[in-house]
């Protein structure tokens, strides 16, 4: 299989400054593969991208901290990302993908690592097997740690979803929206019903991130923009936002993470949502500890 590079060499200065203390709530690390082998049931191989290829990007971005989600690549071997944890001086946290048949004490070893939660992907193209009721019993056994759970799913399985979704007991961290079509706006079918889900369940959280996936038209993103906003203004205490950086399978279209980052101002117009989507919200997962 043909190692992939999905992510910008040369990412521009972004015109937006974060606020101090910014986090980028949604990226991963890849290897490196000779200290981290990837997954014998990988979809795809990529390059390495390790922490300090991520720290540096981070820096550039105008970040402090980064939260680093276990890539499907990579299994359940959550090494790689705890080794970029480790190296990060107490800069980053990460969510795990676990075997359901982890022990608690293999839990709480990746607590210490600076774990804070699992990641269940239902994305059929990345993974073979996502058992509903073994990931609900691995979601009972993280409870005690103050863990949330990070779903992956597309909009069309919203509905098969539910009873699943609504079983879990812990904060849930929706990635990317799941996935809606942004093409027909903030009264689009998909964006509604995404919507109207968050409005019904308090304890479902999402990552108003990806444009560069959801939009139909391309950079600037202007369709994901409109369709996505005023998500960010009628739930200001439950997003949160991240590069996705390497980018997985982006290798057609690779962002530019700088331009990624001009879009927080046009998604949060105001600082106040600005420093909530970036900072208060990610640290109240995270660091809660740190937080006020």
Not at 15 to 29: I, N
Not at 141 to 146: S, V
Not at 161 to 188: C, K, N, Q, W, Y
């Amino acid at each position: 299989m043909t190692r992939i590079v999905s992510w910008h060499g040369s990412p521009k200065k972004p015109d937006y400054q974060p606020p101090e203390g910014a986090v980028d709530a949604h990226c991963h690390v890849f290897g490196p593969m000779a200290e981290f082998p990837f997954s014998p049931k990988a979809k795809y191989i990529p390059d390495d991208a390790g922490p300090e290829k991520l720290f540096a990007l981070r820096d550039h971005l105008g970040f402090s901290r980064n939260v680093v989600v276990q890539a499907s690549c990579h299994g359940t071997d959550n090494r790689a990302t705890l080794n970029a944890i480790a190296k990060s001086n107490g800069k980053a946290r990460g969510i795990a993908v676990v075997d359901p048949a982890i022990s608690d004490e293999e839990l709480d070893a990746l607590h210490e690592g600076g774990i804070r939660g699992v990641r269940f992907n239902f994305l059929k193209r990345l993974v073979d097997d996502a058992p509903k009721d073994k990931f609900l019993d691995v979601a009972k056994r993280i409870e005690r740690l103050g863990w949330h759970v990070v779903v992956y799913f597309e909009a069309d399985i919203l509905d098969e979803m539910r009873p699943f979704l609504e079983a879990l007991p812990t904060i849930v961290v929706v990635d990317h929206l799941g996935r809606p079509d942004v093409s027909d706006g903030f009264e689009g079918a998909e964006v509604q019903a995404f919507r109207k889900f968050l409005a019904e369940h308090d304890n479902f959280w999402t990552k108003v991130s990806c444009a560069e996936r959801l939009t139909k038209q391309g950079p600037p993103f202007d369709d994901f923009v409109t369709a996505i906003s005023p998500i960010v203004e009628e739930f200001p205490d439950r997003v949160l936002w991240g590069t996705d950086w390497p980018h997985p399978n982006m290798q057609n279209a690779i962002p530019d993470d700088g331009a990624l980052v001009d879009l927080i101002p046009r998604l949060a117009p105001t600082q106040d949502l600005q420093s909530k989507l970036l900072v208060d919200n990610p640290m109240r997962l995270y660091w809660p500890e740190e937080s006020i």
